[in-house]
């Protein structure tokens, strides 16, 4: 294996969680994350990371599992502008960065080609894996995608289904273990199967697959930046996201505001 190019040896662990609507949100930018990331994975540690949007606060918020989950984390990364808003709104310590799996995924694969650490893909629909591990190899020729597999849809995998899940990635024996079953999905099902895996570093990144193997656009870079990168993906995706973003995400906004006022 080569040696990563920036190991790191300086960010503060356990990484500082700032708390945002009773979720403990890491305080690291996406460059600390992937130092954090080599360095984990040179020490052989095996952690647990979840990309965490609003409506993942709004439901931890009603629900003490989840919250526990994202608070016990290893990172739980701020996935959202309205994040960084929020932290300065409430008068604690501004996060210092956004860490989307959209950016996360193809910019650490850059990472593990140059050091050879290998991935193992799990989830997206039936073929998306498959395609981007194609797309990687002729873009990156001898990259080390070691497997793929996407589950049939279920609310909850059968014992047997779940086992075969782990089966297939302790075969594969993979450095990273990225999961794209959507959140919070993701984030329960690494978390209850993490400890069986050979992975060490595990991760939820949502639908960052479809949009890298380009079954989706992202938005601009100044929606992106303006925190409106949701709305580009509902204009794209009406049907399925109205729910998500204009029932579900607005309670985001009374949560920050009984934090801050009632210390609720």
Do not use: H
């Not at 990172?75 to 008068?91: E, H, N, Q, R």
């Not at 290998?118 to 591990?133: I, P, R």
């Not at 999905?185 to 991760?203: A, P």
């Amino acid at each position: 294996m080569n040696q990563p190019n920036n190991p790191i040896t300086t960010i503060e662990t356990p990484v500082p969680k700032i708390n945002i609507g009773g979720t403990g949100i890491s305080d690291i930018t996406l460059d600390e994350t992937m130092d954090l990331f080599d360095a984990w994975i040179l020490q052989k540690q095996q952690k647990r990371v979840c990309v965490t949007p609003v409506n993942c606060i709004v439901w931890a918020n009603k629900n003490e599992i989840l919250q526990t989950l994202y608070n016990t984390a290893d990172l739980t990364l701020c996935d959202g502008v309205p994040l960084i808003w929020a932290s300065k709104f409430l008068g604690q310590e501004t996060l210092r960065g956004r860490v989307t799996g959209l950016d996360l995924l193809p910019q650490y694969i850059e990472r593990c080609y140059q050091n050879n650490f290998s991935m193992f893909f799990l989830g997206a629909a039936e073929g998306v894996a498959q395609t981007f591990k194609e797309q990687l190899e002729k873009k990156y020729p001898g990259i080390q995608v070691v497997g793929v597999y996407s589950p049939p849809y279920a609310k909850e995998f059968s014992a047997e289904e779940n086992q075969k899940m782990i089966d297939l990635i302790n075969a594969a024996n993979p450095t990273i273990l990225w999961v794209s079953l959507t959140a919070p999905k993701q984030d329960y099902w690494i978390q209850q199967n993490y400890q069986q895996l050979n992975s060490s570093i595990n991760i939820g990144i949502g639908a960052a697959l479809d949009v890298a193997v380009g079954k989706f656009n992202r938005a601009p870079i100044w929606m992106q930046k303006s925190g409106l990168e949701w709305f580009y993906r509902f204009i794209k995706e009406p049907k399925r996201l109205f729910r998500r973003y204009f029932i579900e995400a607005p309670a985001f906004i009374p949560i920050i505001i009984k934090q801050k006022y009632f210390g609720k």
